[in-house]
């Protein structure tokens, strides 16, 4: 009671010292405002790297996932024998056993003729092994040749497109001289290395891409029987295959694909870098402020010393100052990083989201940012002697 009782008639003296240049205290506030933005659009960039490029993984209807053994991320792996399947479904625990084939390739859009990149997946239509509803429920289209399923949240201009799709009408495009047809639409989302998802029936995928035999595939999705555990079964797997295949569990497939964007791309290093660059531009600029407005009350400083008061009592001013800054800094912040958020998904189809742990992220590093600054521009302090001033 004591200690709120004190707390309640303590003067704000950083408050007001700052209040007191309302100019001064604005050019702070865009300073901290500055330094937040670019840490929140760095670290939300850096977050719509990582889940872009699972998005599809996440999407999987397996607890276990086969690829070749030289596989590096989901769009670059190496197809392996079909066969693998058939093993696969020797080791106990293991209920079905479906392959995927999946190709990076150029399209062209149906209304400009324009190229695209886009990742075509291919599978029997007959078996669900998507868990997104989207798909499950127009399967029956792709079993017709020809036609493919269509991601409306495809990156660029395609809304006459997906106009067109949403009237039954049925949009006729080209893949590799291969006319295709464009018969439902889906939610998959973009990457940085493709603007979208198409998906077809495994026949279709095979007439599109005629150089791949059907005895190559590039991943095989196990489903498990009940109980079995997923480790144990992937374990069983690894002993029980041939060396040119390797066993995922799907958690593991997401943390490989992840672990290569941040560790082995120049994209999560960069992001990480711009994140890091925000916080030192932070510290500085914040610190200009502070060690300027120290330096224009040195004569109050020394007076407090005068008085007895100590270096703690003095940093604690300084300190508030700091506080106050890092909070009213970090609100606009968070709003217009918000609109930004909302604006750049919409541009690049890319998974943006604000989270509150990223938010809450972000305030803490800010703090810290203007603490660090207050106690560098707290220094000269030690210097303020009442008897050089007066």
Not at 105 to 115: C, S, V
Not at 295 to 316: C, D, I, K, P, W
Not at 360 to 379: D, E, F, H, P, Y
Request: with cysteine; net charge negative.
């Amino acid at each position: 009671m004591n200690f709120l009782h004190t707390l309640k008639r303590r003067t704000p003296l950083g408050w007001l010292q700052l209040n007191k240049e309302k100019t001064r205290l604005l050019v702070a506030l865009c300073g901290v405002a500055f330094a937040d933005i670019l840490m929140l659009m760095q670290l939300g960039f850096e977050n719509a790297l990582y889940e872009s490029g699972v998005q599809t993984h996440r999407s999987l209807n397996a607890d276990i996932v086969l690829s070749g053994s030289g596989i590096t991320t989901f769009t670059n792996s190496e197809s392996f024998s079909r066969r693998r399947l058939y093993q696969a479904l020797d080791v106990p625990g293991v209920a079905t056993a479906d392959p995927l084939y999946r190709s990076v390739l150029r399209w062209k859009h149906p209304i400009t003729l324009e190229k695209n990149s886009a990742l075509l997946l291919g599978f029997d239509p007959d078996r669900e092994i998507f868990t997104r509803p989207e798909i499950n429920s127009q399967l029956h289209k792709i079993r017709l040749t020809d036609r493919l399923l269509f991601d409306q949240q495809m990156r660029g201009n395609f809304d006459g497109v997906i106009s067109q799709i949403q009237q039954g009408k049925v949009p006729i495009s080209e893949i590799n001289e291969h006319q295709v047809k464009l018969d439902g639409l889906i939610s998959m989302g973009s990457s940085f290395t493709y603007d979208g998802v198409l998906v077809s029936s495994d026949q279709t995928f095979l007439r599109i891409t005629p150089f791949r035999p059907a005895s190559l595939i590039d991943f095989g999705l196990l489903t498990l029987e009940p109980g079995a555990d997923a480790n144990q079964v992937a374990e069983a797997l690894r002993n029980y295959l041939s060396e040119d295949v390797r066993v995922f569990t799907r958690e593991e497939l997401i943390a490989l694909e992840q672990n290569y964007l941040a560790n082995e791309t120049a994209i999560g290093f960069i992001f990480s870098l711009g994140t890091a660059m925000g916080f030192v531009v932070g510290i500085i600029l914040v610190y200009q402020v502070l060690a300027t407005d120290v330096n224009s009350h040195m004569e109050e400083y020394a007076t407090f010393r005068a008085m007895g008061y100590g270096q703690q009592f003095l940093l604690g001013i300084v300190l508030e100052e700091a506080i106050i800054l890092a909070v009213l800094g970090f609100i606009p912040s968070l709003g217009i990083a918000y609109g930004l958020y909302n604006v750049t998904r919409g541009a690049t189809a890319l998974p943006l989201i604000m989270t509150f742990s990223r938010a809450g992220g972000v305030l803490a590093a800010t703090i810290v940012m203007c603490l660090v600054s207050g106690v560098v521009a707290t220094r000269r302090l030690k210097e303020a002697d009442p008897a050089d001033i007066f």
